[in-house]
């Protein structure tokens, strides 16, 4: 159901889509022809017939032929698909110049001037499927004309339809997915029901439902993905060894087939834990053995292993400090074990003390990941690469950009997002995060000169790094629509094409998304995508303000707690008293975090007079009385604010009730049980944090509304 095709359903499922839209079938979906055989190609093959399927209601015949060299005047109407080395199909309509255009994963879609024929070429298999998914997404937003009964595709310009002419290029080159799931079948962070990879203990056997994830992170641009938790335990180890190796094979396969390669989570301490040494010293020739060999077995299982992520020394997992070695002793010595297989270490920047003192402020919990790893630029193997939080802290709704992100020009960086909506609502509130990603990866640096945007880091071409990319946390599970809120969908969607194309736009990629899952009806469609656009900034108005962030219930996270972790460990204080509230962070008088950017940045985040408003409190302690440059003081930017708020999530909830039989009954209802929710919690937020500082301040509201 519509639920679970999620943006792939192609508009079947929809009511009288089949009937109208089969006028519209263009003359070369009938027919489609291959003169190669590739396991990615197959699956391309197959998802274009069912596509087609779905759209024009006509499976296309499909003809597979192994002899190349057919004439221009024997060919009738037909999608003709194949890699530039194993078919003549590109060379016949392509010139040389256009096709050296795109490389690797890239492709080329061309449809002629008569509109009988369409080429699809690649240099690879796995550039064939992206452009099959590209084909039939664009298909699909394109018949719109077609459901409203028009009788040609909405393409058409004037009386003439325009021909298709596509060429892509993944700005990104690992576009990876990190599941935090657990062999007991949990997930941490995971909102969406157990884990669909394992349970009690065991892999699953319903490899069919890893196949669909497969689908659907392939057809938004994925081609990497860590399946098990970055917090690795002592089962997870084994994943490694016989005991749990054929299972990890199985889900390789289901994941090559959609050209995605798989990487496992490993523990630092593994030659302790499986291999029973004394050691995991990064030093020690018997550990550095113990990786090669195990390594060498992964390899034999599964051939095209990506490689091993990361987390070591963090947040009480083993690393390599234990030994007095440091991270790039670390990450090298797995990355011997994994470069005769063309494996890549994949280490995580997420390294701070998590059992500071709160006395003592020149621990910054902000600074850790900058002081760790900025010391060791250029010291990492060719085949590390560094994964890095989009913040400095951990994925609040508002924090700074990563000092990190043009720090080390001589090592591979990615970055790191959260798909999953830890500190967001938990898919139980709607926040539609791709505003927050474009900000942070249109961020100036500066660091080579204006114009260093985070994108360009990530992306490697600023610096010109051999690996680069992307990675997030997964938001999905087993539930039926796979992400608890029917609409959170729009972020694992959204990040797919973030990582293709960072230029995108969150308006698009909202309206893309809205309109493959929804339709075409255009109120439906300006509902969404407003519901959609907004809500990371509702949000962001009944939480933690100004960008102090945390403020949540400890541990799990969901709702308010204003000092939940004030007087703890964990670093991640407000400061809050009378007088005022805010981290200073300054050179002048704070922790100096300020001086981890660079200069441009620094001075800007330095001064009160050019720190933005929304991270004020990030950056700088103030009392409630400072004026921001909205003109308001802090304490009446949070009243208001959380007013309105709450204003904003009940018309969310409002809005969604209007689509009331204009969607699926299932997701509708689904839906309208969570905006009502997220409307009642919202107010809890506001209560809470309102008068925690009305308290605390002693200063009224300015408009006397009522507060505890
Ligand atoms: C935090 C989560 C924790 C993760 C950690 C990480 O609360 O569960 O293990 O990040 O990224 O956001 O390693």
Redesign the pocket.
Same mark, same amino acid.
């Given at each position: 159901g519509p639920q679970y095709d999620a943006w792939l359903g192609y508009h079947a499922a929809l009511p009288g889509a089949n009937d109208t839209a089969r006028k519209a079938a263009p003359l070369w979906s009938k027919r489609v022809e291959v003169q190669e055989q590739h396991e990615v190609m197959d699956t391309a093959l197959t998802e274009l017939s069912q596509g087609l399927g779905k759209l024009y209601g006509v499976q296309p015949e499909m003809i597979k032929s192994q002899t190349q060299g057919s004439q221009q005047n024997e060919r009738g109407p037909a999608i003709r698909l194949g890699t530039w080395a194993g078919s003549d199909f590109a060379a016949n309509v392509l010139t040389d110049a256009e096709r050296a255009a795109v490389h690797g994963e890239g492709f080329i879609i061309r449809e002629d001037e008569s509109q009988r024929e369409l080429v699809i070429g690649s240099e690879t298999p796995q550039g064939i499927l992206y452009a099959v998914f590209h084909l039939l997404r664009e298909l699909t937003l394109k018949q719109e004309g077609a459901e409203a009964g028009a009788a040609a595709v909405a393409v058409a310009t004037e009386s003439q339809p325009e021909r298709i002419v596509i060429n892509e290029q993944p700005v990104n080159s690992l576009r990876m997915i990190n599941q935090?799931d657990n062999v007991d079948g949990s997930i *941490?962070?995971g909102y969406a029901g157990r884990s669909i990879f394992y349970e009690n203990g065991e892999f699953t056997q319903d490899i069919g439902r890893i196949r669909d994830y497969a689908r659907l992170l392939a057809s938004t641009g994925i081609n990497a993905v860590a399946i098990n938790n970055?917090?690795v335990h002592r089962k997870e180890s084994l994943f490694l060894t016989e005991r749990y190796l054929g299972d990890v094979a199985k889900v390789a396969a289901a994941f090559r087939a959609y050209g995605i390669r798989l990487f496992l989570s490993a523990n630092y301490a593994s030659p302790i834990e499986v291999g029973g040494l004394q050691t995991a010293d990064p030093l020690d020739e018997q550990v550095r053995e113990w990786w090669s060999i195990q390594t060498a077995k992964v390899y034999a299982a599964i051939p095209d292993f990506g490689g091993y992520l990361i !987390?070591a020394d963090? *947040?009480n997992r083993p690393g390599p400090f234990t030994y007095n070695r440091d991270h790039a002793d670390g990450a090298n010595m797995l990355a011997e074990a994994l470069r005769p297989f063309g494996g890549l270490v994949i280490w995580?920047c997420?390294v701070y003390n998590c059992k500071q003192d709160w006395r003592d402020r020149s621990t910054d919990r902000a600074r850790a990941a900058y002081d760790h790893f900025k010391p060791l630029d250029g010291r990492f193997a060719d085949n590390v690469i560094l994964q890095i !939080?989009n913040g400095p802290m951990?994925?609040q709704v508002r924090e700074a950009v990563s000092p990190l992100f043009g720090a080390m020009e001589d090592t591979n960086q990615i970055i790191e997002f959260?798909i999953t909506q *830890?500190y967001t609502g938990q898919q139980r509130h709607l926040a539609f995060l791709v505003p927050q990603w474009k900000e942070v990866l249109d961020f100036d640096t500066y660091a080579k000169g204006k114009g260093s945007e985070i994108k360009r880091i990530a992306d490697g071409s600023l610096y010109q790094r051999p690996y680069s990319g992307f990675a997030a946390v997964s938001n999905i599970g087993a539930d039926a629509c796979w992400t608890g809120h029917p609409l959170a969908q729009a972020n694992l969607y959204g990040y797919g094409r973030l990582g293709w194309n960072p230029d995108l736009s969150a308006e698009q990629i909202a309206d893309e998304w809205v309109r493959l899952t929804f339709g075409h009806d255009e109120q439906v469609v300006e509902r969404i995508t407003g519901m959609l656009l907004s809500s990371l900034d509702i949000y962001e108005n009944y939480t933690a303000p100004l960008g102090v962030g945390w403020m949540v219930n400890p541990d799990h996270?969901y709702g308010p707690n204003v000092d939940g972790y004030e007087y703890s460990k964990w670093g991640t204080y407000h400061f809050a008293d009378r007088y005022g509230i805010g981290v200073d962070r300054t050179v002048k008088s704070g922790t100096g975090y300020t001086s981890q950017y660079h200069p441009e940045n620094a001075a800007r985040y330095e001064s009160l007079e050019t720190c933005p408003d929304e991270l004020i409190l990030f950056f700088h302690h103030v009392p409630y009385t400072h004026v921001l440059h909205s003109g308001k003081t802090v304490i009446q930017h949070i009243y208001d604010t959380h007013f309105e708020g709450v204003e904003q999530a009940e018309a969310l909830a409002e809005t969604w009730r209007e689509l009331e039989g204009k969607v699926d009954p299932v997701i509708y209802s689904k839906v309208a049980e969570l905006q009502a929710e997220q409307a009642e919690h919202a107010k809890e937020w506001r209560d809470m944090i309102n008068t925690y500082f009305y308290r605390k301040s002693g200063i009224q509201d300015e408009h006397a509304r009522k507060i505890y």
């Open positions: 935090w *941490e962070r970055v917090n !987390k963090s *947040e995580r997420f !939080k951990d994925f959260q *830890e996270h």
